[in-house]
């Protein structure tokens, strides 16, 4: 299932300072926000919790997500290997226009569902889809209003 507007790279990392430090050899001239986020996601076998620190930036065009993992007990962050490095690829993001209209379409098709958000209209929604058997990495997707849209972009 590949839909939507791909507008985001995501890397999990051990230690968001050193991610955000290689970055800046590469070209981000400020420092990005580092916001806490601890939630409960739905998952096929339920609620779990998610906590870390997460920052977002625009670099060439693209938004940068790095994820540094406290707790996962969806377990999603953890098969991102350690490589030696700084960070590791993780997913890709799309952003979905209909939020209703996505969920009927993974229910039809063959990429399960590792778990989701759904807040509803006028919210951030968001669902993660396992794509590592067909292209090797996860796949968020979200949606969100516009105004929300035009505040992320601009981080």
């Known amino acids: 299932m590949l839909i939507g507007i791909h507008y985001q790279n995501g890397y999990i990392c051990d230690d968001i300072e050193a991610a955000i430090a290689e970055f800046k050899a590469r070209g981000l001239t400020k420092d990005p926000m580092i916001i806490p986020v601890d939630q409960m996601v739905d998952t096929p076998e339920g609620p779990k919790r998610q906590k870390s620190r997460i920052c977002m930036f625009m670099l060439g065009g693209v938004q940068y997500e790095l994820i540094e993992v406290e707790i996962d007990e969806t377990g999603a962050y953890a098969n991102a290997k350690d490589n030696g490095g700084a960070m590791r690829f993780h997913h890709t993001c799309q952003r979905v226009a209909d939020y209703a209209e996505f969920r009927k379409a993974v229910d039809a098709q063959d990429l399960p569902l590792v778990f989701e958000r759904n ?24 949606c969100m209003p516009d105004a929300m849209w035009d505040q992320i972009s601009a981080m």
């Open 119 to 142: 807040s509803g209209p006028g919210a951030l929604s968001f669902a993660y889809l396992d794509g590592r058997k067909a292209f090797g990495h996860y796949l968020e997707y979200t």
